[in-house]
């Protein structure tokens, strides 16, 4: 018998569409249309990252101040 469960799914927001990780509960990605949703949801599923456990500092958002960047060289 194969395993069906899924590692990610789509939830529906008041405003969005989130990408969720079944395991973590970890919202992966928000888009604002269903189908984006969908389509990025079945590319995790078919192992495109990290097949249900994505590391949280992966998900974490940050900015790096304009003057710490080093110029392109």
Same mark, same amino acid.
């Given at each position: 018998?194969?395993? +069906?469960?899924?590692? /990610? ?7 969005? %569409? ?11 990605? +928000?888009?604002?249309? /269903? ?7 079945? %590319? ?11 590391? +949280? ?17």
């Amino acid at each position: 018998m194969k395993n +069906t469960k899924l590692n /990610y799914i789509v939830e529906a927001s008041a405003t969005s %569409y989130e990408v969720v990780e079944t395991s973590t509960h970890q919202v992966i990605r +928000t888009y604002n249309a /269903y189908k984006e949703a969908k389509e990025f949801m079945r %590319y995790l599923n078919l192992g495109g990252a990290f097949d249900g456990w994505t590391p +949280t500092f992966m998900l974490k958002k940050f900015s790096i101040p304009k003057e710490k960047v080093a110029p392109a060289v």
